[in-house]
């Protein structure tokens, strides 16, 4: 694909959203990413910002659909030219804002698939040894599964962010939004573990590569900060040796997490302040599976449930 280098605006933009509101240089990767696919597609147009109007960012939308992009991939990318048009606009550098009336596609929510609560124990219970990398790999599985961070929250924990003592957390979530987490007894049982001489301690290299990789909580295998990637392996890895596949990423834990809470009696304004969510209907979706296991549960147990 050729590469096409993005206009002066849209490098503005990414700047104001770095700047004025703090996004994260994941979320400006996918803003880059999706304004250089737009402004591809308008170049191959011979289409300028200034030029464009609200029927060619349907028109767009309807390339997107063409080319078999996902509801969620079309929203996201939407947003993305939504922001542009409307930063021109609010900036003087266009008059209008052609993509003001353009609606976002629906996205159909789907309800997230948390494993049972004996798949979480085997794929835990899958970390075998007591090196150094089992005794990481086990807190990084127990700490997801404990506390439902995201993955970009785990790998982000320094030192300074745990305080076993009084069994908390600090996490920083989307937006930097700080909160803090409780950290449960086998987490920090794990914690406790990956963070003894036998632990964290081999991983240490006689020489930081990076500054801020000798406070990360988490080590890869030179030394420097486990990665998202590298935490993701690491769930993989073991859900893998139990025969989980496809079916295990840090964000099934997440969800997990949420789930089992949920079915367990938490209220849901708790759940929300724990996972971080910025809006209770985000985690209202973990109550459609906890409804759904309660008639899965009715519907084999109560002796009329089926009767007719």
């Not at 970390?127 to 993955?151: K, M, Q």
């Not at 073991?238 to 209220?267: E, F, K, N, Q, W």
């Not at 979706?285 to 759904?292: G, H, I, K, P, R």
Request: hydrophobic share 40%; charged share 25%; net charge positive.
């Amino acid at each position: 694909m050729e590469h096409f280098d993005l206009p002066l605006e849209a490098e503005e933009l990414l700047t104001w959203l770095r700047v004025e509101k703090g996004r994260s240089s994941g979320t400006l990767m996918a803003y880059r990413s999706d304004l250089r696919a737009y402004w591809a597609w308008l170049t191959e147009a011979e289409r300028d910002l200034g030029d464009v109007a609200e029927p060619d960012i349907a028109a767009y939308v309807a390339h997107l659909r063409r080319r078999g992009s996902a509801p969620a991939t079309i929203k996201r990318s939407m947003v993305a030219v939504r922001s542009l048009h409307r930063f021109c606009a609010l900036e003087g550098t266009t008059d209008t804002d052609p993509a003001a009336g353009v609606a976002l596609p629906r996205v159909p929510r789907g309800v997230p698939k948390a494993l049972n609560e004996d798949e979480v124990a085997a794929l835990i219970d899958a970390v075998t040894g007591d090196d150094a990398f089992a005794r990481r790999d086990r807190a990084v599985v127990e700490v997801l599964y404990g506390t439902g961070t995201r993955i970009s929250e785990l790998v982000g924990l320094s030192l300074a962010d745990v305080d076993l003592a009084e069994g908390l957390l600090r996490a920083f979530g989307k937006g930097a939004r700080e909160r803090l987490v409780p950290v449960g007894r086998c987490a920090a049982a794990a914690l406790e573990a990956w963070l003894s001489a036998e632990g964290r301690s081999v991983l240490t290299p006689p020489r930081w590569a990076r500054r801020g990789d000798a406070e990360a909580l988490f080590l890869n295998r030179r030394g420097g900060r486990l990665s998202r990637q590298g935490a993701w392996g690491i769930v993989r890895k073991y859900g893998d040796r139990i025969g989980l596949g496809d079916r295990i990423t840090p964000h099934v834990l997440r969800h997990s997490c949420a789930t089992h809470m949920l079915d367990h009696g938490a209220d849901i304004r708790a759940v929300q302040e724990l996972l971080g969510h910025a809006s209770i209907s985000t985690t209202q979706v973990y109550t459609l599976v906890s409804t759904e296991r309660l008639w899965s549960v009715y519907r084999s147990a109560h002796p009329r449930a089926l009767a007719r």
